[in-house]
């Protein structure tokens, strides 16, 4: 065995992008702030734009459907504002002291996101009893 090889084994890991208390906290405060932008946006109809299918158009912010041109679409907008303000608030977090990090309650992770349930099924319900 050469020395190379045995040097290079000795030498531990660099630690993995993923496993840094950074990332984790970016990626739990994705997680609870994500379903509660996106319940926001639907809720006050906040799409960061609005496409239009029928013409291929895209507006800024809402605009309502136009006549003879069909139905508008808001769901990427929310989507896409959803996106946008959980990464800058997760990357906020990021830059907030590991001791108060620690104090985020892992349970929200999972409990947000089924608690937005039932608000979907109720916001959804005209699709499903549509005549």
Not at 26 to 37: E, M, N
Request: glycine share 4%.
């Amino acid at each position: 065995m050469s020395t190379e090889t045995a040097t290079a084994r000795a030498t531990p890991a660099t630690s993995s992008w993923a496993s840094s208390t950074k990332f984790k906290t970016f990626a739990i405060t994705f997680a609870i702030v994500g379903p509660v932008i996106y319940m926001i946006c639907l809720q006050m109809n906040w799409p960061l734009f609005t496409y239009h299918p029928a013409t291929n158009r895209i507006a800024f912010g809402w605009e309502a459907a136009r006549s003879g041109e069909g139905p508008n679409m808001t769901w990427y907008g929310w989507t896409a504002m959803t996106l946008l303000v959980a990464t800058v608030v997760s990357f906020l977090a990021t830059l907030l002291p590991e001791s108060v990090t620690r104090k985020i309650p892992l349970i929200l992770v999972w409990l947000l996101p089924v608690l937005a349930i039932p608000y979907l099924i109720y916001d959804l319900r005209q699709w499903w009893f549509h005549p």
